[in-house]
């Protein structure tokens, strides 16, 4: 009988990623393009690309790839440290307790409350990432999703999905995303955000297929919780989580319902403030602050209660900090060597194809691998479409469709381990990366498959 294999942790596959690519730099050659203003954006020039002095990562640079990718992600980590202090305030005034009991009463009391809990959610997060790119803003709120799943009877991976995928499925399937659709269109030389139509059919096919996934699965749980890849980490969560037995409990008190209208409220401020005034991670990190103080003093809290809470939040999020700046060195280590932009020239020859159709489906893949490497949606706009969009035109792709190729390149991002938000997603689940990414193979098969054949539509119709 062979032992079976244990996976090691993320820390150990980032690192081992990183010590990989420091490899490849001594092989791989160094190169450039050149770059050019338009419109305030700097762009590369498609026919500028020329081989450079490589700059090979030696030993030295790969220890000090994790704190240099501590520095460059110092807002993100940042905005995870003080969104998890304030969410251990919000927890501390017990509002979020009782929400989670009175919906789990009544989701035991009604079907449609059963039926419609996952639907819901799930279009709603994901109709923020499709409007105005939510992204890293879904992340606090793991910290309700997994214990309200728990109490309904799924799992951590339900409570990780509704939030993050939903979220992720709809930044890929964008029709009104300025941070991808709005920048690649404008580079691209097509109006912006046209096509709308035809991205909110894809729109609804692609939150449809994740709801309709993600209720299988949950029902599945619900029936046989020991097939949770989460069973055993599950099981620990519930004895610190609040009782099962709701037989007691009379219902939420006025201060519960005012704290939790007080967060119903900044994120309904989070929202605006993105929309209207491009608010970003330094500003929402102050409007959570903002939030703590207030639920803590709404909800009758100390001071000493509440620095204790804000500060255990903080510290209970220190693991996911260091993976998030492990996820960032990829990055760094590529770019310090000077060969991201050689690995884009030698990808770009696969693109051509006799039949528009296979090139708009090698595009979409050739984004799918540059997203391992770059997870901005605006940054991957600018680095690619510059050198897509002409190359559209000769291959017979219509620079709308080389738009909604480099969209669905974001479909990657739930699974790859060199993005921040998905490694720092599941630090702050406690689930292992190789667990969720084999949970996430169908749904990603699924992804990949909606994507070749709205492609080939699209090219079809001369969209």
């Known amino acids: 009988m062979f032992k079976k294999i244990r996976m090691p942790n993320t820390f150990v596959l ?22 050019h203003i338009v419109n305030g954006k ?26 240099k990718g501590f520095v460059e992600a110092a807002l993100i980590i940042g905005f995870v440290l003080i969104v998890g202090g304030a969410f251990a305030v919000l927890q501390k005034t017990e509002a979020i307790d009782s929400m989670i009991k009175s919906v ?44 309200l799943a728990l109490a309904l009877g799924y799992d951590s991976i339900v409570g990780v999905a509704i939030p993050f995928v939903g979220s992720q499925v709809g930044f890929a399937a964008a029709f009104l995303n300025p941070f991808n659709v709005g920048i690649a ?11 709308i139509g035809f991205r909110l059919v894809i729109w609804v096919i692609a939150t449809a297929c994740t709801i309709t996934f993600l209720m299988w699965y949950a029902a599945r749980i619900k029936k046989n919780p020991q097939l949770s890849p989460t069973y055993s980490i599950d099981q620990e969560r519930r004895q610190h989580q609040v009782s099962d037995d709701l037989s007691t409990f009379v219902g939420m008190t006025k201060t519960h319902k005012f704290v939790l209208w007080m967060f ?9 403030g993105v929309v209207k005034y491009e608010w970003f991670i330094n500003e929402i990190a102050a409007l959570f602050l903002v939030m703590a103080i207030a639920v803590g003093i709404v909800g009758r809290l100390s001071t000493d209660e509440f620095v204790d809470a804000f500060i255990q939040g903080a510290k209970d999020l220190i693991t996911t900090a260091l ?25 770009m020859p696969l693109v051509q194809s006799a039949n528009p159709i296979f090139a708009a489906h090698k595009m979409f893949v050739i984004q799918s691998v540059i997203n391992f490497f770059i997870h901005s949606g605006s940054g991957q706009a600018a680095l690619t479409m510059p050198i897509m969009a002409p190359l559209s035109d000769l291959v017979g792709v219509s620079r709308q469709t080389a738009v909604l190729a480099f969209q669905f390149g974001e479909f990657t991002t739930p ?27 169908p749904l990603q ?4 498959v909606l994507a070749l054949v709205m492609l080939a539509i699209a090219c079809q119709f001369s969209w």
């Open 185 to 195: 269109q404008g580079i691209a030389g097509v109006p912006v955000f046209s096509g």
């Open 415 to 441: 699974m790859i381990p060199t993005s921040g938000i998905t490694v720092g997603v599941l630090a702050l689940a406690r689930i292992p990366w190789v667990t969720w990414a084999k949970w996430m193979i």
């Open 264 to 272: 119903v409220a900044t994120l309904g401020v989070m929202v605006f």
């Open 42 to 67: 700097s762009l590369i020039d498609p026919a500028s690309f020329h081989y450079v002095a490589s700059n090979p990562q030696g030993p030295v640079a790969l220890m000090m790839a994790p704190i």
């Open 104 to 147: 789990a009463q009544a989701h035991t009391r009604s079907a449609f409350v059963r039926v419609m809990i996952i639907p819901v959610f799930v279009t709603l997060f994901s109709l923020g990432g499709a409007s105005f790119g939510m992204a890293e803003e879904a992340i606090p709120f793991v910290m309700i999703f997994i214990p």
């Open 445 to 448: 098969l699924i992804y990949f």
């Open 323 to 347: 993976v998030i700046a492990l996820a960032r060195g990829t990055m760094i280590l590529a770019r310090d060597a000077h060969i991201i932009d050689t690995m884009l020239f030698h990808l």
């Open 14 to 35: 980032l690192f081992a990623l990183l010590a990989i690519l420091a490899i490849a730099t001594w092989f791989v050659p160094g190169g450039k393009y050149e770059t």
